[in-house]
Every structure is written in structure tokens, then in C-alpha cells.
């Protein structure tokens, strides 16, 4: 089980790029807010781009 989710995202890192979305788009939590304005901080914090 735990490892065939680590081959899942070792196989495919690029899924979590894609998932992150533009900084003057809306953001990926849903709040309408612009997502540099939402949770770009906190992302970067957590260490995603
Ligand atoms: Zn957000």
C-alpha cells in the first residue's frame, strides 16, 4: 500500500506543479481569492512552488 503511493509520486512530481495555479488566478483552496494573495505565503512556506 505505502508503496505504491511513494511510486505514484516519485513516477509523476509534475502533477503537483500542475495542481498550483497561476499567482493572479484564482486560488487552489477555493476562497476566490487570488492565490498570490491567499495561500501562495503559506505554500512557499511549506516549501512547494
Ligand atoms: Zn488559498
Known amino acids: 500500500m505505502f508503496n505504491t503511493i511513494k511510486k505514484?509520486?516519485?513516477a509523476?512530481?509534475?502533477v503537483t506543479i500542475e495542481r498550483i495555479p497561476g499567482r493572479n488566478e484564482a486560488c487552489h483552496c477555493g476562497?476566490?481569492?487570488k492565490y498570490k494573495a491567499?495561500?501562495?505565503p503559506k505554500d512557499q512556506r511549506k516549501g512547494l512552488r
Open 38 to 40: 491567499c495561500c501562495l
Open 31 to 33: 476562497s476566490e481569492k
Open 12 to 14: 509523476e512530481p509534475e
Open 8 to 10: 505514484f509520486f516519485s
